[in-house]
Structure formats: structure tokens, C-alpha cells
């Protein structure tokens, strides 16, 4: 499963970004998939994640009532919509797909599948 994320930038803060992925794989819905972040000097963090069907959905407490994840199984394609930009949101953004059901949706090492990062800068 190949995945490439897209729409990382520049942002002010307060501003809104959408990140999108695409995967490759034909069986894209049986994947579980989350985003992490890693910001210079800092471990990858967690930040959310979405099951198969769409019908579950997952976020770190920091982003919680300010991103939204969401999928299209038809487009083989996970989003991350984020509102309300802080600084401390700037990172390198990371799609990635469980193939294992997301028991352990929080940590990295249980995904199977990673994209290749896209930054999102949020200047204050």
C-alpha cells in the first residue's frame, strides 16, 4: 500500500488547511488510518484516526474541536481537515494505514503503511 499525502503550507494562525492521502491498494477500506505529526526535536505524535467504514473517529486532545478526519473508500483517499491553525501545530504530517484493525490506534509502531510527510507551518 502506497500512501501520498498532499496540502501542507503556510499558514497564519487561526487559518485552515486540508490535508488529503491517497493509498493505492485496492482493498483501501479494510485499512485503518491515522495521522501523526512530528514537529523538529519531538517524538511522532498521534493526532488522529478513522476506521474502515468512516464510523470510527479518533483525536488527541490537543486537536479535538479544531481537525476533523474523514475518508472517501470510492477515491481511496483519508483527509484531515484543520481549523483554527496554532503555532504549535507546525510539523511534518504523516498519513498512515493499520492493516490490524487499530486496536492500538495511538502508536506508531502498529501501523503498517506511512506516507512520506507533509509540512504544515503556522506562523503566529
Known amino acids: 500500500e502506497q500512501l501520498v499525502e498532499s496540502g501542507g503550507g503556510l499558514v497564519q494562525a487561526g487559518g485552515s488547511l486540508r490535508l488529503s492521502c491517497a493509498a493505492s491498494g485496492r482493498t483501501f477500506s479494510r485499512y485503518f488510518m491515522g495521522w501523526f505529526r512530528q514537529a523538529p526535536g519531538k517524538e511522532r505524535e498521534f493526532v488522529s484516526a478513522?476506521?474502515?467504514?468512516?464510523?470510527?473517529?479518533y483525536y488527541a486532545d490537543s486537536v479535538k474541536g479544531r481537525f476533523t478526519v474523514s475518508r472517501d473508500n470510492g477515491k481511496n483517499t483519508v483527509y484531515l481537515q484543520m481549523n483554527s491553525l496554532k503555532p504549535e501545530d507546525t510539523a511534518v504530517y504523516y498519513c498512515t494505514a493499520d492493516a490490524h484493525g487499530g486496536r492500538r490506534y495511538k502508536v506508531a509502531d502498529e501501523y503498517d503503511y506511512w506516507g512520506q510527510g507533509t509540512q504544515v507551518t503556522v506562523s503566529s
Open positions: 478513522i476506521g474502515g467504514s468512516g464510523g470510527w473517529l
